[in-house]
């Protein structure tokens, strides 16, 4: 298949330098995790990185309930970043899961069993770097080959040759972190590709919902600000998207945003652990 055409975007930056910091000192600590990495959240779950003594990280899970385990599975050698999502839409064999890859291959853990499987049928001789799911759908990147989508039936379709650095995953798209852009594609390849953002300093803590997509940049000299699309929706665009600042800033990086119940920015990592947005982010707007 070939790359769709990617489409221009307006990005209203200088609105975004002309609105006051909202310090995150507002925000409230939910799980400290000092030193975690990658943050990922799906089903009121939340998951992470956690530093070990020997250098190596931690998956570790928050369940809705509010109790902080450590799944019994391996290590890993560098914080793993996790995708949370159901194996079906409804039915018996509807499961949430958390995927992963592990050692170049797609693996998946079930958050009620803590079963950790490795996911054959998505795993070949190349080298598995990131996989995503959602209602059954998976997506997976592969190290220089590009990033796939596979329906409910097993079909694959490559979506693009880009191997990027983070995903997040919707009902029917997927967003991606390629260098300093922010891309959105449907799931199903047709269509038109998406620019949330180009040029951008350091983007990490992609989120994505049906209709809108969010992303964090950083600079030491700036810290980090947040930015979001205006909703989209439907089959046919818009095509040219408008990305808002948001007035929240932190010092330091964060590395990973969650959305909540309403499909808003719930949560985030930063240096001191899981956080929450207070008041949330493009609320209303």
Same mark, same amino acid.
């Given at each position: 298949?070939?790359?769709?055409? $990617?489409?221009?975007?307006?990005?209203?930056?200088?609105?975004?330098?002309?609105?006051?910091?909202?310090?995150?000192?507002?925000?409230?600590?939910?799980?400290?995790?000092?030193?975690?990495?990658?943050?990922?959240?799906?089903?009121?779950?939340?998951?992470?990185?956690?530093?070990?003594?020997?250098?190596?990280?931690?998956?570790?899970?928050?369940?809705?309930?509010?109790?902080?385990?450590?799944?019994?599975?391996?290590?890993?050698? !560098?914080?793993?970043?996790?995708?949370?999502?159901?194996?079906?839409?409804?039915?018996?064999?509807?499961?949430?899961?958390?995927?992963?890859?592990?050692?170049?291959?797609?693996?998946?853990?079930?958050?009620?069993?803590?079963?950790?499987?490795?996911?054959?049928?998505?795993?070949?001789?190349?080298?598995?770097?990131?996989?995503?799911?959602?209602?059954?759908?998976?997506?997976?990147?592969?190290?220089?080959?590009?990033?796939?989508?596979?329906?409910?039936?097993?079909?694959?379709?490559?979506?693009?040759?880009?191997?990027?650095?983070? $995903?997040?995953?919707?009902?029917? !798209?997927?967003?991606? $972190?390629?260098?300093?852009?922010?891309? $959105?594609?449907?799931?199903?390849?047709?269509?038109?590709?998406?620019?949330?953002?180009?040029?951008?300093?350091?983007?990490?803590?992609?989120?994505?919902?049906?209709?809108?997509?969010?992303?964090?940049?950083?600079?030491?000299?700036?810290?980090?600000?947040?930015?979001?699309?205006?909703?989209?929706?439907?089959?046919?665009?818009?095509?040219?998207?408008?990305?808002?600042?948001?007035?929240?800033?932190?010092?330091?990086?964060?590395?990973?945003?969650?959305?909540?119940?309403?499909?808003?920015?719930?949560?985030?990592?930063?240096?001191?652990?899981?956080? !929450?947005?207070?008041?949330?982010?493009?609320?209303?707007?």
């Amino acid at each position: 298949m070939s790359t769709p055409r $990617i489409t221009t975007i307006l990005t209203t930056v200088a609105l975004a330098a002309a609105l006051p910091p909202a310090a995150a000192g507002a925000d409230s600590l939910v799980t400290a995790a000092p030193g975690a990495k990658a943050l990922a959240g799906g089903g009121g779950y939340l998951a992470w990185s956690a530093p070990t003594p020997d250098g190596r990280w931690q998956l570790t899970v928050r369940a809705p309930g509010g109790t902080v385990s450590h799944p019994a599975v391996a290590a890993f050698a !560098r914080p793993v970043r996790v995708s949370i999502g159901s194996t079906a839409p409804y039915g018996a064999s509807r499961r949430l899961v958390a995927t992963y890859a592990r050692d170049g291959d797609a693996y998946e853990l079930d958050l009620a069993s803590g079963a950790e499987t490795r996911l054959a049928a998505l795993s070949t001789r190349a080298e598995e770097t990131l996989v995503a799911v959602g209602l059954g759908r998976y997506v997976v990147v592969r190290r220089g080959l590009g990033t796939y989508s596979y329906g409910p039936g097993g079909r694959a379709v490559r979506l693009t040759k880009s191997v990027p650095s983070q $995903i997040a995953m919707s009902q029917s !798209r997927v967003a991606s $972190i390629e260098g300093g852009r922010i891309v $959105i594609r449907r799931l199903s390849g047709h269509g038109r590709a998406l620019v949330a953002g180009r040029n951008l300093a350091d983007p990490s803590s992609l989120w994505l919902t049906r209709y809108r997509a969010g992303y964090a940049t950083y600079t030491g000299q700036a810290g980090a600000k947040l930015y979001g699309t205006r909703r989209f929706a439907g089959s046919g665009g818009p095509y040219t998207l408008r990305v808002i600042g948001d007035p929240w800033s932190s010092p330091g990086p964060i590395d990973g945003i969650v959305v909540d119940g309403h499909g808003e920015p719930g949560y985030y990592l930063d240096a001191d652990g899981v956080e !929450r947005f207070s008041p949330t982010p493009f609320h209303g707007r």
